[in-house]
């Protein structure tokens, strides 16, 4: 959402190659080693060929302990730590000044917001120095070429796309974008979220981010597919949710998804599902979600049993081809809307999967020079690819480097705003959640194979807190917040600054983290703040030693 | 600078950029030289001597996988000392090692003449098949060390540096430290160590369970080349199929987003699509 309103296009502006030719790596909320190794390996390559590499992170992961400096800020700070280093970089006169006035527009506006932002105040929020915020804003402003990297520890927050516009201000404000090495790179989460937004599954876009509310774009796609195109964008996640809650909305169907699992607050989400006349899913396997349905359809994997494409991190678009059968009487996802639509009254043909790629090539400027057969015999083509022969693009936005430039880039002041839930005397902790390595969401697809170590779910706390509160390694626990209650065990990890707790969600059926977090969304993106979450934690203790140790729960900061 | 450079190769006049290896210009020039240890995506380890070659003026015998290409050299890939050079390394690792799913290194043995019975009688590297997870074994009876797995699981791509060559000499051996078992090592499972073993010294589970079973038919697997399934990275795999099951996860050398290697979920994490849990049982 924050790419799409500076540049036009939701998607990273480099490719992969870039991280080997980068002299200034920053990454923020991003812990790329657990949740996309192989961009990682893309990262250490350019290391080893001499970038820095800088982690912002409120936990030290994997990747922090690679990076020559690591900046362990306090959850939710990311903006303040953004408006500080533009301060200092305006303050000292080392922004672009050049790309400033020729590529972007909202420079004045910009500063001024970002005035009140001294090193200093940023340090009381972010918890790291003054001394060190200058240094990186120092650093990042001076690199010939610097990529800005980020994932969910940006966007699962309730302010999402002003974290993303943060980040992307400090590019415009040092020329660090529409270059070689130099650009914002968003890491996708799931295989085919870059795909999904290509293809328009956003509630404001049709196909190629055309803008739903042009007319010119409805008339175009009314004329393709001989139906007229709804004027107003359509609701997305949250305002759904809300349209169950007031009874607006009586039927739900949902497609690879399992958000009673998945969904922040997921008691609540399987109360609303509860409350539909209707809900059908569309799946691989009987999943919780699906196991609510009143109809569930048998769906194909779609990597193994199934064509089409993905899109990457990198826009790069890719062929999934079947390489088995699909078990009894599961169905490809296109074969299925197909039928469905049959059924419903339309005279839908079952196409195959490169029939409706072409006819989105026709639709859609940046696919156009896609062909299947391109796709098979060059790895995949990194859109735009306007026209057969074009060879994709690997770097988006050079036209920002060009003598006119129009539109200009905006920058977008934004203001700094806290978590939802404040850590209190009754909830003293903060609950963030993320991923390791050989686990995936709700463990769908991952908790199927034989890991080694198969750990399941554990909470990790500081040790200095375990200390206080006589939790041994290991030992049980539950962990409350104004939603929800879980039982699980204790490790001990230095990794998090005291008074912040970590969970995955990967082992629903063991421990339902999701039962805890906060669906405070993002109302532009309408992303829930998974990272942030006010806990408390209870030793699963005798009656008699009950009143003792709540004294001694309580969190001294 | 020059930015490139003229040699001869057996004979044959080559221009090539400068910093092509010797091996590279060796190819160029038409007269390959056969390799055990280098790698397309790896640093070259020069442990195993099979690509050397004859550099006039030099006194030794040269790694090719490794040596620059330097602008005026003669070099000759076929000599007898080169010959006989070749033809010793092959029937050393012959003697130490078992060959069983060693192609490039029997190619070696056959192109050189080597004979597996010259050493045949000596000290071997012949130890117990080590079994310690349902991802991949490690049968050190085939090792080569070779290096690759050392390079992958390091700098080159993995970051991990979880395994190390330990011993000196004739006790030399690949290890994950402190010779504990893998679980209990810093490996993270990826698998791209198994995915550069030349001799199958590091093997897939699955398939190391198949071929004991005799099942591991190479002429029955059909391989698909599709897209990883879990985060947006967009990893190329090759499935490979038997009786409709996945096997074995590869991803191709020459794909510009994974160079041919993984993280565990794509390469171990398919069975899912297998499993008896998915929501129509077989028919």
Not at chain 1, 14 to 35: K, M, P, T
Not at chain 1, 361 to 367: A, D, E, G, I
Not at chain 1, 513 to 526: E, F, Q, R, V, Y
Request: aromatic letters at 8%.
């Amino acid at each position: 959402m924050g790419l799409t309103a500076v540049f036009g296009t939701g998607a990273g502006t480099i490719s992969y190659e870039d991280f080997h030719r980068s002299d200034f790596i920053l990454l923020v909320g991003a812990n790329v080693a657990e949740a996309h190794p192989i961009i990682f390996h893309h990262i250490m390559k350019g290391v080893h060929n001499g970038a820095e590499l800088i982690v912002v992170d409120p936990r030290k992961t994997i990747t922090a302990q690679k990076a020559q400096e690591h900046l362990q800020i306090a959850i939710g700070s990311d903006i303040a730590l953004a408006n500080a280093m533009a301060h200092v970089i305006i303050r000292d006169g080392l922004y672009h000044k050049e790309f400033v006035e020729k590529a972007t527009a909202g420079f004045e506006e910009y500063a001024q917001s970002v005035k009140e932002w001294t090193p200093q105040k940023a340090s009381t929020i972010a918890g790291v120095s003054a001394e060190r915020i200058e240094s990186l804003a120092h650093r990042y402003a001076a690199a010939p070429s610097a990529i800005i990297g980020w994932t969910l520890g940006i966007t699962e927050h309730h302010n999402a796309v002003d974290n993303v516009l943060a980040l992307i201000n400090l590019a415009l404000l040092c020329g660090q974008v529409g270059r070689p090495g130099a650009g914002l790179s968003p890491f996708r989460g799931q295989n085919n979220v870059q795909g999904g937004g290509d293809m328009g599954a956003l509630p404001n876009r049709l196909p190629g981010f055309q803008d739903v509310l042009d007319p010119e774009v409805r008339e175009k796609f009314s004329r393709a597919w001989g139906v007229p195109i709804a004027e107003q964008p359509g609701w997305d996640q949250t305002k759904m949710f809300e349209a169950m809650e007031n009874g607006r909305m009586r039927g739900l169907y949902i497609i690879g998804e399992n958000p009673v699992q998945s969904e922040a607050n997921s008691e609540h989400v399987r109360h609303l599902f509860e409350g539909l006349d209707a809900l059908v899913v569309q799946d691989i396997f009987l999943t919780s979600t699906a196991e609510m349905a009143d109809v569930v359809l048998p769906a194909r994997v779609s990597f193994a049993e199934s064509e089409g494409t993905y899109t990457n991190s990198e826009r790069r678009v890719q062929r999934v081809k079947p390489a088995r059968q699909a078990p009894g009487q599961a169905q490809d996802d296109l074969w299925i809307l197909a039928s469905l639509a049959r059924k419903m009254g339309h005279n839908w043909p079952v196409l195959s999967a490169k029939e409706v790629f072409d006819e989105m090539r026709v639709l859609t400027v940046n696919y156009r020079g896609m062909t299947y057969d391109r796709l098979e015999q060059e790895h995949g083509l990194q859109w735009p690819v306007p026209k057969e022969g074009h060879p994709g693009t690997k770097v988006l936005h050079e036209r920002l480097w060009s003598e006119h430039v129009s539109p200009k880039a905006p920058f977008h002041p934004v203001p700094y705003s806290p978590q939802i839930e404040q850590v209190s005397k009754e909830y003293p902790f903060l609950l963030t959640t993320g991923r390791k390595l050989a686990f995936y969401n709700t463990g769908v697809q991952s908790n199927v194979y034989h890991h080694p170590r198969k750990s399941g779910e554990y909470l990790e706390i500081n040790p200095e807190d375990a200390k206080r509160l006589a939790i041994q390694e290991g030992e049980r626990v539950a962990v409350i917040s104004r939603r929800g209650r879980v039982e699980v065990r204790t490790r001990l990890s230095d990794t998090l600054q005291a008074g912040t707790v970590f969970m995955t969600f990967h082992f629903p059926d063991e421990v339902m983290t999701n039962l805890l977090t906060i669906d405070a969304t993002d109302p532009k993106s309408g992303t829930a703040e998974f990272k942030a979450a006010a806990v408390r934690l209870e030793r699963l203790a005798t009656k008699s030693a009950e009143t003792d140790l709540t004294q001694t729960f309580l969190h001294q900061g | 600078m020059a930015t490139s450079v003229t040699l001869k190769v057996d004979g044959d006049s080559v221009t090539l950029p400068q910093g092509t290896t010797l091996r590279e210009a060796c190819e160029k020039a038409d007269h390959p030289v056969p390799t055990l240890c280098w790698h397309e995506n790896l640093t070259p380890a020069n442990a195993c001597r099979a690509c050397v070659v004859e550099v006039k003026g030099s006194r030794t015998l040269v790694a090719s996988c490794s040596r620059v290409a330097e602008d005026g050299m003669e070099v000759w890939t076929n000599t007898e000392r080169v010959q006989n050079a070749r033809k010793v390394v092959a029937e050393l690792l012959l003697s130490t090692s078992d060959a069983t799913l060693a192609p490039d290194l029997k190619d070696l043995a056959q192109a050189s003449g080597a004979s597996a019975e010259r050493f045949r009688g000596g000290a071997t590297w012949e130890q117990p098949v080590r079994v310690d997870n349902e991802l991949y074994v490690r049968d050190l009876s085939k090792c080569i060390l070779c290096y690759r797995c050392v390079e992958a699981c390091g700098a080159d791509w993995q970051n991990t540096f979880a395994i190390q060559v330990s011993g000196r000499g004739f006790d030399a051996h690949i290890d994950a430290g402190f010779g504990r078992e893998l679980a209990e090592s810093d490996c993270v499972f990826c698998g791209n160590c198994v995915a550069v073993c030349p001799t199958g010294a590091l093997i897939g589970k699955t398939e190391w369970d198949l071929r004991n079973q005799g099942a591991w038919d190479e002429e029955r697997i059909s391989t698909t080349t599709t897209i990883c399934s879990y985060c947006g990275v967009g990893c190329e795999l090759k499935l490979h199929v038997l009786d409709n099951k996945i096997v074995k996860v590869t991803s191709p050398m020459d794909n510009p987003v994974s160079h041919g290697m993984l993280c565990v979920k794509g390469r171990y994490g398919y069975e899912f699509v297998q499993s008896e849990e998915t929501l129509v049982p077989n028919s």
